[in-house]
């Protein structure tokens, strides 16, 4: 039994097959057709009609993608793409002929020829790609499918460019017409080693159901899935709008700015770079941001494009020309190519694995009738305009033609917006993150995630994904949480502190608080606490009760800021029976945040207890906290810890600014001077006095009596620290409402 996916080895070794087929592959396409066969036609004197007609077999094939598919079920799908991939280069033969026919004046002879091999050449591919979509569907996985499709084209148009630089220079401005048959005759021979090449792809899995079921079911089943057929009706408008354009750019700036053949070529090297440029651009973006808003990208950059040709400004010297015309091939070039592959990437993401076959079918027939549809009409409309306004009239001609194709696009680019997303960001968001510097950088680091080669530098890129803040990161950072070590872990959650969540993500650290004790679990709990994110609550809960005491302390400070009422009474519990340093100070924390009234005796209880200064410092700030002058509090108790007559000194300023308190400014004055006295019963005395004197309210409670028991208590009255933060407690409410 055939195995369903291949192994990291396997996968490598038929990328890098596939790689040198689409090399080859492309070396003989650009020798073969398009462009070449355009202009060759065009100095054997042929018209739009004929360019068109012409362009159009290239799209008439797919529908010799039926018999590819029946063909697929007897010969396997690799043995089909390689034998007709060899008969396609064979059927260019009789095109070796026309230019001699062409020389002696046979042009219809030569034209004979020239449609029968380009027919024939497209029909044999046609056959050939029913396999196309299953093979490069198992070589092209899942999570990298979008960059290695847009690096298989880089590869690709940077060849194309290169072989129309070099034709350029061959061709100069009036080549002999056997140069072509020399172009076609090296395409012919590349042609056939690429065709060599299919052979040692591996065979794709296909599953019996695609086996069974006859093709029309296959397409009955395709449009009852809304993804594809939203996105189907979308691809043939769109490609039937590019290729009214596409085949017709050679012919607009040869008619209406009278340029040469071999000055064309130059502009088409443009072109060639518009599409590389593409393809690092897709490489780049389309894992991240997904299919649906490139394809609307570069569809948006194809209705652009058009404009200035609707203009069509009188230009005059070589280089403003130059300039006009680069531009155009290059931005149209982007576009198009752009839609193709955004296309591609869009339908394998639609669709299973066992339906690649049947509904590749309904792919490249979709392709194939919009592209001939779009090449014949376009060649009738032009070729009807220019009998309305005259032969002359090329530049009208071509302004009234790509204004109403123009007109189209907008339309077209509305129903892009309403395609399903499958996964992607919205259109909308997407657009703001290839403008954005920091989403960028974003991108740029998930790809470097990728390529990392150890754990220093796994930690390192990680740790700059966080620092970027945008959201784009935020998949690849889950990915990590699955990682056995530890610190890479440890990053990935410190990284989505400051991200924006999803759903997933919030699962993600439930999951982390759930299955991680001991080790990230407390860093997840700590996320979930400041970021608001109520849906971990019961899981915070649990952790309660864990012998985590990292992971307790977390939950309980993060479900005091979730303002879970119902966990208080369990985190004063765990406060009250708990000798753990760190779950006491996170306990008293949680109920500062939250500023538990009820709190307060157990704090004091607490406070006068056994333990390290610094645990009890943070007992008497969380006191503070819950009396309501925290803030105030600190920075005098830090001063008051350096040097006791600073901090009461401080106390004392805050006495003299007040204005009329509501307790005698001297009586206070003598409480700051009794509290550094060894005599602790003559501060207590006042103490008592001025606490009962005062009204001190916590969520509507006065907590007066409390406190006033406390300063009696011979355990605490024996804590400089404490009675320093009792005395505060008297200033701040007799003098709160008056101090500046």
């Known amino acids: 039994m055939r195995k369903p996916t291949l192994s990291p080895g396997e996968l490598g070794r038929a990328r890098g097959l596939f790689v040198v087929f689409a090399v080859l592959n492309v070396v003989a396409f650009t020798l073969l057709s398009g462009n070449i066969i355009t202009l060759y036609v065009l100095r054997v004197g042929a018209g739009n009609f004929l360019v068109g007609l012409l362009s159009s077999f290239m799209y008439i094939a797919y529908l010799f993608l039926f018999v590819g598919r029946r063909i697929a079920a007897k010969w396997g799908l690799v043995s089909l793409m390689g034998r007709f991939w060899t008969i396609r280069y064979l059927l260019m033969l009789p095109i070796l002929g026309s230019p001699f026919f062409a020389n002696r004046g046979y042009t219809e002879l030569a034209y004979a020829l020239i449609i029968i091999s380009v027919l024939g050449f497209n029909v044999a591919r046609g056959i050939a790609i029913a396999a196309y979509n299953p093979v490069i569907g198992q070589i092209a996985a899942e999570k990298d499918r979008g960059a290695f499709l847009a690096r298989i084209q880089m590869f690709q148009h940077s060849i194309a460019l290169a072989l ?126 997904g299919a649906k808003p490139l394809f609307f990208l570069f569809f948006a950059i194809v209705t652009l494009v058009l404009i200035p040709m609707v203009v069509s400004p009188p230009l005059t010297g070589a280089w403003p020309v130059w300039l006009f015309a680069c531009s155009v091939l290059l931005f149209f070039n982007l576009g198009q190519f752009g839609i193709l592959n955004a296309g591609q990437t869009y339908f394998l993401g639609a669709i299973k694995p066992e339906d690649r076959l049947d509904l590749g079918v309904i792919f490249f027939m979709t392709l194939g009738v919009a592209g001939a549809l779009g090449s014949v009409v376009g060649g009738v409309i032009l070729r009807s305009l220019e009998a309305w306004l005259g032969a002359s009239s090329h530049t009208r001609v071509f302004q009234l033609y790509f204004g109403s194709v123009a007109a189209l696009s907008l339309i ?58 945008s959201g784009l990161s935020l998949k690849e950072i889950l990915s990590e949480l699955r990682s056995p070590r530890f610190t890479i872990r440890a990053q990935a959650l410190q990284a989505l502190a400051d991200l924006p969540l999803d759903e997933a993500a919030v699962q993600a650290l439930i999951s982390e608080v759930k299955n991680h004790a001991f080790t990230t679990a407390y860093l997840a709990a700590e996320i979930m606490g400041k970021r608001g994110l109520s849906q971990g609550i019961p899981a915070l809960r649990n952790s309660l009760d864990t012998q985590d005491f990292f992971l307790q302390g977390k939950a309980m400070v993060a479900l005091a800021r979730l303002q879970d009422k119902e966990s208080y009474a369990k985190i004063r519990a765990k406060l009250r029976e708990t000798t753990n340093s760190r779950v006491i100070i996170h306990g008293a924390t949680a109920l500062e945040l939250v500023r538990d009234v009820e709190a307060i005796p157990l704090l004091l209880e607490k406070i006068g207890m056994k333990m390290q200064p610094y645990v009890r410092d943070e007992l008497m700030l969380s006191m503070a906290g819950i009396l309501g002058f925290g803030d105030w509090f600190y920075l005098r108790y830090v001063s008051f810890l350096e040097s006791a007559a600073s901090g009461i000194a401080m106390l004392g300023d805050f006495v003299t600014e007040a204005q009329n308190p509501t307790v005698p400014k001297e009586l206070l004055k003598e409480l700051l001077t009794r509290l550094p006295q060894r005599d602790r019963s003559l501060y207590s005395g006042l103490a008592v006095e001025l606490l009962q004197s005062i009204q001190i309210e916590v969520a509507e409670s006065d907590v007066s009596t409390i406190l006033s028991e406390a300063v009696l208590d011979t355990r605490l009255i024996k804590l400089e620290r404490f009675l320093f933060l009792v005395t505060a407690t008297i200033v701040w409410h007799a003098c709160r409402r008056t101090a500046p």
């Open 164 to 289: 129309a630089v070099a034709m350029a220079f061959v061709l100069g401005r009036s080549a002999p017409l056997y140069v072509y048959t020399l172009f076609i005759l090296v395409g012919i021979g590349a042609g056939l080693i690429a065709a060599s090449v299919v052979f040692r792809f591996p065979e794709p899995k296909r599953p019996e159901r695609s086996r069974e079921r006859n093709l029309f079911q296959g397409f009955k089943d395709a449009f009852s899935q809304r993804a594809f057929r939203k996105f189907i009706i979308v691809y043939f408008f769109t490609t039937l709008l590019i290729y009214m354009v596409a085949p017709f750019l050679v012919v607009y700036f040869k008619r209406a700015y009278q340029q040469p053949d071999n000055v064309i070529l130059f502009f088409l090297v443009f072109g060639s770079a518009g599409a590389v440029l593409m393809a690092l651009a897709s490489g780049f973006l389309i894992d991240k941001i």
């Open 412 to 469: 077209v680019l509305l129903f892009i917006n309403s395609m399903e997303n499958l996964g992607a960001y919205p259109i909308r968001n997407a657009m703001a993150a290839i403008f954005s510097p920091r989403d960028l950088r974003a991108i740029s680091l998930t790809h470097r995630l990728r390529r990392v080669r150890n754990v220093d530098e796994e930690e390192q890129t990680l740790k700059a994904m966080g620092e970027t803040q």
